[in-house]
């Protein structure tokens, strides 16, 4: 289904006075406010194909209902979200669950949704049907070399999906580890799988980036052989200029300091790109910005601070990407809220008085430093980002007209109840 | 299958010459250790009916061969390692996983294998097929009564199979919490969980008894409502002398002092039984003393100090239970190397000369209270273990013999390649 | 020094203009919003007379100018502070730090200043000259009974202290536990504790509090003998109705869910008050607010769930004190930023629309009841705060004011640059 | 004072008799064990100035007796330590503390103690009587030139001293870093730490190595400037060929796998050194192994096979050293027992089965790794630890010669109870 335009145009004329109102009010508390709105127009974050379906835990799983089974309904669903929020105008795929049948036809249906293909994604965490070696213990860094030649050509198969659909990047998440104490020898397993990561890497495209993604545990639970930035930017470094490490906020020891590792890796040239979601014990894969929105915020404090000193361009020049399990929401609205929220912190680092900021840093003023993220931070920006919204032609209030418009009902009675999205 | 016992008459044969040296060796060395050897005999620990197949995580699974499909090659399989260890001898069963269909029958079985039913596991973290309610937000907690009815229903039906089979005990282990903030109103959560347990406590017969389990976190991600120690105490306090507290080392905080809470639930008369494994980071479910060996010991340490301090007989006094997951491991390795490290640290702890302990902690002596415990701990008890196990009917190198008898390659045979154990 | 009242009129006129344009915007937003003033000008939080220094590590510490010395110049920081926010009225004793000489001069100048005595603390976790015992092993647990017996006293000689200035409470944090496992019997730690609160509970005045801190770890390494909620609810409940249990917030493990923990003591009954601070390692004591927010704002949401669940009265209900430690920041610049943190945090609190909270609680409607408490904390309420400030006769803008009066650089004029509050 | 060489010999003598025969035991057990004794009387663990005195928290400190006064009495302590275990024959000055008055003199008295100047350590997280600028702010990070300035003269003084002693390196510990967000520019503290690290490098003479040591907080408690491996590795990778990482067993963030980290390092050809001691929480500086001794053995583990692998000698290619306080326990005993941890897992890691370790990883079986790695951790190496010691001329058992021959009782006569030894 797609949204009627008409609808997105009553529902905003409905709400128009209250808004222009606040908005008003906002430009004028907030000096040069107006010049944001672009950049917040431009900012477009990727949905995962593999985020619109109920997730689960090892414990079970509860499924929602109308749910999209291939890829053009997972496509459908991200276009439904992208008509409410102009903010999600990309596409992350997953291999094997996405591959495209008819490229061409995919192509000309993410025209049609105004969709671009954002970073492809391998999976060499488990098994498919009919595959000859197994990942049990390993894809990249399996001590037999034709798990990793399998998986090796799994990845070049991916690269070349995302040639036909013209994505540039590619997302390479390994679970590759150890449960136990002896299981691995860590250098070998690093080596293994840098002489894996190599062979994929050459197969790149010129114009192509390889995100190497990074988590401190699960799913195996002893160690990861690309456990924290440090090891993704040793295997990033060693690779070669297209090669970047990914930050997903839910993949780090408890009370890491991300924005610190945000900074840096922008510093060193190497931040390729974002996964988005929140947490509070581990990788909780929850809406981003609902536990811990401060932090949010200062990850993208520092994002706008390196990517303009280092002349990044803030929407293209990273992935954005959405990685998010959705147990107890429905999976859209989930994905609303987190581009509320993302969008939410990125106004609020627009609005970080930067020079400041940097007069009190050189005083050592710490108070004064506190109180001009705060002020930042504690400014209600829904009325710039609503703006932007409206002006990209979304929705006011995206969560409200989904409901309004009865968006969940009608996929149920387009799909049925008992679907089931393909992916984790 | 069954194991021929003279297959563990010979293995014990072969490796008698040098059991015994090492033992005579062991007994000159710590004197008063020959007593010890029975209370090893009668120390059992119970298997989980779910702990005999691969194991997995959200992201996947990776099964093995030769795995039970039912209860009764589930008993079997307890009955192998039983035979192996003799250390294993009870069985704790999940329903609706393990429904006997005939109890006598199972009664039987068990009889033949030397197996006894210990606590009964409910499960109102998972719908099942035609169930009319769903827990997809919580079970006993439930803000719709239907729901709590429904689940506090399924308990007694567990407790009623139980008594069918000789057990004394329920495992009320609760996935109930949430994910996000606002979810719940953690008072009513609470309120409506001790209302419902109350119910079940309330059908429990004379001679059982109660165990409330408690977790940090997972499946639920923001709160779950019978979060630690001090809540499941809470409720246990309430519900009445029945009722216990359960620990599983896999389900604390970062950092806990399990042992401490063993010694104060002890002092409480409210140690109820012990899930054994072992984490690094959160619920690994990691074969017990493969990370932390020295905590097994500490806990070991608290529970021999306490039991005796309350008169708790050791081995029946409280419920003992591996509660693991085998992801990359035999299940029934994974099991024996398990058993074997609680053997260890129960004899550890035996060794622990106490009179010098507390002479050391009258005199706040640090140094000599760490000589004391390392002096046990340092101290190889393998031979101990070894000769209980042996006198006992076991056999002396319970991995080496499974190994050597082919006995994962016969079940294999026995039951295909592709049988997939029931259960998570 | 006391501000001359001109400098809050002078700098509250110059501000008038924004701040009623900004009011005035705010209770057009938020409806019902005015009658919530009198509530937050009735919140008062204590400060305590060892923030007013500059604090440290075990590292080292480096001093600030003009800090207090003496009971007299901490209580006229209070006032100061008081003066800007008039949120600040009470201050929370440290003996034998502050030991009174004149108790009548005393209460005198606290009348002058607007202060009144709030929760008295003991101290056993340091030596103090000539004393007999020493606490190098614990106090309220100590093997020793000569040594349990001296503390016992001196919290006795707290209370009469308190008395004698119109204190209510004693809180009592006890540093007791151990360093190494072996060091302590923690059930006979346990006893030896609570037997010692025992007499110092048959001590208390009929309508005083005792309040029992728990922290996790801190200085004791390895065990802490009042170490988490569960404990310190144990050792209340066996005490009586007089006791309870205070929360500090930097006092948890890892993750640790803080909002459910207090909406469960006030469910028992045996919520007794806060120590505010913030943290992202252990128990940092930074500012409140500079790390978490979004944590503040949900425990106040369960506060004022709860007190109003329970009758109890906001302000005078429960003990609410900052317990934080400024190591880069002038500490009465810190105190002020806390204290506005924690107004604030309470203002959304009691924006959160309950009633609509209650309603998606009751229908599961998880994304709903997310969008209602971030609808409140969305919510920009620093012109409420500052309204309440307004009307109470404090300051628009407290830091800007001690900044431009200079009271800083008065302060040194006053007591020179290298006074060194006593205390840690 | 020194120990009469007699005691020693009458200790051993009295013991002789057991240990030849346990040791007799071992060796048969243990075939090839032998061999292992002379890399064991090789293994020599530097001892810091600073961990002679009692330690203390921002709480409090409790001092002992009989501590060091100066530098000649520390020397004098660590000279006791060699005598007793022959495996603490260096030591680790801290500048400004222990700046030698006339260098031949001190030279010819650790001649006379059979000890070595391991790392020299600057100071620059405290400021010194009557220091120009204060390192409130960072040092090397510092936004100030001149303190930067100040901190790099500061670390090449020590480098002069540390080459009039024979010192081979020098350890740069930063407490640089900031306790708000905001506080700090990360990317430019980054910048200027390593530009003064720069500085210093520059003046390092040919034969040295430079150790950047990292810490995930504390004394900062928002950020560090060199707060994990990564940030080390990229300041020693830009460093050049003598700088290398420095790795502290406290100071990582929860749950990590140091191991790994230390195997990595190695691969890289950058691992220098190591800090020992143990934690529960934080950077708690217990004794070594008295937390988590298997831990301690994985990561000799790690260290027997890199270092084999990349061809370092065991003793001599890496520092040694232990950082540890010790607020309630002797010192000396403290480190009695910290180095026999050392000794007993190094020792367990050369007896662990390589060959077959490596057999069973390249056939993916866990549960053998975990057996062959556990073989050698369960087994008990006192007899060989103590062997190597008596070999070597020092004591089978050193805390009870210690003891027994009254060490402590004579240095408290020497040097009187009320000494405080100088640092922390």
Chains 1, 2, 3, 4 share one sequence.
């Not at 002893?222 to 997903?248: F, H, I, R």
């Not at 581990?282 to 910005?289: A, E, H, N």
């Amino acid at each position: 289904m797609r949204l009627d335009q008409k609808l997105i145009e009553e529902h905003n004329a409905a709400l128009a006075g209250k808004h222009q109102k606040k908005l008003a009010f906002f430009l004028e508390e907030n000096e040069g406010a107006k010049s944001l709105i672009q950049k917040l127009k431009d900012f477009q974050i990727a949905i995962p194909s593999w985020a619109l379906g109920t997730g689960g835990t090892r414990f079970g799983r509860f499924s929602g209902g109308g749910e999209p089974s291939n890829l053009e309904q997972k496509m459908e669903d991200i276009g439904l979200l992208h008509q409410l929020n102009q903010s999600s105008g990309a596409i992350s795929l997953h291999i094997p669950w996405d591959i495209p049948e008819d490229a061409e036809k995919i192509m000309s249906l993410a025209k049609s949704l105004n969709l671009k293909f954002d970073a492809m994604n391998s999976n060499t965490f488990q098994d498919q049907p009919g595959q000859k070696y197994s990942y049990k213990f390993g894809s990249l860094q399996n001590v037999d070399k034709n798990v990793r030649d399998q998986a090796v050509a799994h990845n070049i198969e991916v690269i070349k999906h995302g040639v036909a659909l013209g994505s540039k990047s590619l997302t390479v998440w390994l679970a590759d580890g150890s449960s136990f104490p002896g299981q691995l020898n860590f250098r070998e397993a690093f080596e293994n799988t840098l002489a894996s990561l190599k062979e994929i890497y050459a197969a790149l495209p010129e114009d192509w980036k390889m995100f190497v993604e990074y988590k401190s545990n699960e799913p195996n639970f002893y160690s990861t052989t690309v456990a924290d930035w440090g090891q993704s930017l040793l295997y990033a470094s060693k690779l070669g200029p297209k090669a970047y490490t990914l930050v997903d906020l839910g993949h780090h020891l408890p009370n890491a300091n991300i924005e610190q590792i945000v900074s840096l890796l922008l510093m060193e040239g190497k931040l390729g790109g974002f996964h988005f979601n929140d947490s509070k014990y581990g990788d909780d894969d929850l809406t981003t910005g609902a536990i811990k929105p401060y932090q949010l915020f200062l990850i993208f404090n520092e994002l706008v601070d390196g990517m303009d000193h280092a002349g990044i361009d803030h929407a293209s020049g990273l992935g954005w990407m959405i990685d998010a399990s959705h147990n107890v929401k429905d999976p859209l609205e989930d994905l609303l809220q987190s581009v509320e929220a993302i969008m939410m912190a990125y106004a609020q680092a627009l609005l970080v008085d930067r020079k400041a900021l940097k007069a009190a840093q050189q005083k050592n003023d710490v108070s004064l430093a506190q109180e001009i993220l705060q002020q930042a931070y504690r400014t209600d920006v829904r009325p710039l980002v609503a703006e932007a919204r409206l002006q990209a032609g979304g929705a006011l209030n995206p969560i409200d007209l989904f409901r309004s418009a009865k968006v969940r009902e009608n996929l149920i009675k387009e799909r049925g109840s008992e679907t089931k999205a393909t992916g984790l």
